[in-house]
Every structure is written in C-alpha cells, then in structure tokens.
C-alpha cells in the first residue's frame, strides 16, 4: 500500500491545481477492496468533494450502501459527522451527501445500537437535516427515516429535536430554519 503520509498529502490538498492528482489517486486506488484498515481513505476521497473523483470512485456503486460491509464504528460515523458539517448544502457533491448519510443511515437504522457506538448531539442532528433543503427525494428519504428512527427512540434532546424537525419538513407552514441555525447552512 501507499505511504500514509502521501495520501495525506495529496488528499488534503483539494486546488484547482491539484485536483488532477487526487482524481488519478482515485484511479487507482478504487481498485481496493473497502475493508477496516482503509475506510478512511476512502472517506478523505469523499470529503474532497471533488465531484469527477466522486464520480469515478462511485461509477458502478452505489453510494448510500458502499460502507454498509463494514462493522459501525466510532470513527466511520465521525468521518461521515464531519462531511456534513464542513458543508454546506449548496457545497457539497450530492455523492459525498449520499455516501455520508448512508453510513449513518446503516448505523442508526437500529437507533439504539448508533446510539451506543456514537451518541449524536443536537448539532449533529441539524447538520444531517440541513440536507433535507437541497430537494432530492433520495436523500430526503434517507434523511426522513433517519429522523424518525432517532425520534422513536426517546432520547431526550435529539428525539425532541428530530421530531420537531420533521414536523416542519412535512408542514408547509413551518419552516427548517426554525430548527436549523441558518449559519449552517451557509
């Protein structure tokens, strides 16, 4: 395998200038089976948010279930946290949204298990449904039975918080920003 440092190096760097390397890194490097010794590199390719390396990485597979072989762990679940949050919804590859949320969407597909591995504070919350404003079904659905998942829980704050958030998706009377900061979505 490649020196870590390297693929720092190149993957860390997302000019204009550089957006030749890391699109040839991909090339090369989707040729590797995903497992738990290099998940993150693949996630640093997604949080490039180069979208023609997203391309390539995701040609023939699907980016909502392309981390779902993998056990949950703190890490991968962190990884995807931090996509989303260092973008905004305008931002971001609708690739590396998809990919991101379906990590969370394997792992809390049973809430209460995430819940063990990682539990999800408030902002982690409106920073996963800051998405719902980019109008995809796909994604919306994702979002919708994310919400709801945490919602049935019961967990104090985020249960409150997500149910609210659904409740201003599906009333057209009520607004997102009314639970998501708008500076998070700039």
């Known amino acids: 395998m490649i020196d870590e440092s390297y693929i ?5 760097d997302t000019s204009e200038g550089n957006k030749e390397n890391v699109i040839g890194f991909v090339k090369y490097f989707k ?8 998940f993150t590199v693949f996630q640093k390719i997604i949080d490039t948010n180069i979208n023609e ?8 597979r699907n980016p909502e279930t392309f981390f779902s072989t993998l056990k949950p762990n703190r890490k991968l679940i962190f990884n995807a946290l931090n996509t989303l ?3 905004s919804p305008k931002k971001i ?12 969407q394997n792992v809390y597909k049973n809430a209460r ?5 990682y ?49 201003s998706y599906y009333d057209n009377k009520k607004n997102l920003t009314d ?3 708008e500076n998070l979505l700039i």
């Open 53 to 60: 390396a997203l391309e390539i990485l995701f040609k023939d």
């Open 93 to 104: 590859s609708i690739l590396g949204v998809s990919s991101s949320l379906g990590i969370l």
């Open 85 to 87: 949050i260092k973008y």
């Open 113 to 117: 298990n995430g819940l063990k591995i």
């Open 119 to 167: 539990m999800l504070s408030a902002s982690d919350i409106q920073h996963i449904a800051k998405y719902l404003l980019i109008d995809n079904d796909e994604i919306d659905k994702i979002i919708v039975e994310f919400l709801e998942a945490i919602w049935e829980i019961g967990v104090k704050d985020i249960s409150v918080l997500s149910k609210n958030i659904l409740n």
């Open 31 to 38: 040729t590797y089976p995903l497992n738990e010794n290099n």
């Open 179 to 181: 639970f998501i900061p």
């Open 8 to 12: 720092e190096k190149i993957l860390s």
